[in-house]
């Protein structure tokens, strides 16, 4: 199954892929974290990517659209994959629909998780994770167990993303507006679109779009 998890910053993109991961046993391929591996390693790719990246801008299409080419080619992503926050504009998903045709597999869902532009902005404001196994958390709405030590690998160090400063998120918020919602009418009139209420709790929106998933 190929999905897509399409919404604006803070809508649970990430935090649904890895429901989905655990529940339905596919990768999630989420070129935001992609890209931040590659600017902590100082790599070409990071070095290409981090201005924009630190601005709220989105990376150049051809950087993402290279990156998830290479990606999907790997054996983990036989039986398919879930996309967090790729594509971003229509030429990456017009690039997206090519390499699928090529590949003889085909999109099966493109979920759009809504959320209010008001608690978005509380979500990314409370957002931190854990620094060595990446578990994602929130001040308020998902603290660890016991507070200060992470609920999957025990780690005591948290971090939080260098892009998550408001003015910031303003950009981003502004760059989903401006290049990524152009996606909706797009997929709306290929008739894979669905979308689903996010501003419910982290497990019932999981519930709906293993519902989307079962039509
Ligand atoms: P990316 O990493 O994709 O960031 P984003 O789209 O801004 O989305 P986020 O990761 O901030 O939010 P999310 O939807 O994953 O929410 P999360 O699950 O964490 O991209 C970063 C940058 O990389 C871009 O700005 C761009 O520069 C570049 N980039 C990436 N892809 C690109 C592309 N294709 N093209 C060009 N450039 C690209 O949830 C947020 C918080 O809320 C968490 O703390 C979570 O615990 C909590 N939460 C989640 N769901 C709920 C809920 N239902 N109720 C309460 N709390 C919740
Ligand atoms: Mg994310
Ligand atoms: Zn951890």
Known sequence: MILILLGPPGAGKGTQAQALMVARGLVQLSTGDMLRKAVAAK????????????????????????????????????????????????????????????????????IEIRVDEEELVKRI???????????????????????????????????????????????????????????LPYYRAKGTLRSVDGMNSIEAVTEEILEVLAT
Do not use: W
């Open 43 to 110: 790599s070409e790719l990071g070095l290409g990517a981090r201005a924009a990246m630190d601005a709220g801008d989105l990376v150049s299409d051809d950087i993402v659209i290279s990156i998830i080419a290479e990606r999907i080619e790997n054996k983990d992503c036989e039986r398919g994959f879930i996309l967090d926050g790729f594509p971003r504009t229509v030429a990456q998903a017009e690039a997206l629909d090519l390499m699928l045709e090529q590949k003889g597999s085909q999109l099966d869902h493109v």
């Open 125 to 183: 404001a409370g957002r931190f994770s854990c620094a060595k196994c990446n578990e994602n958390y929130h001040d308020t709405f998902k603290r660890p167990a016991k507070d200060g030590v992470c609920d999957v690998c025990g780690g005591t160090e948290f971090t939080r993303r260098s892009d998550d400063r408001a003015e910031t998120v303003r950009a981003r918020l502004e760059a989903y507006r401006n290049q990524t919602a152009p996606l």
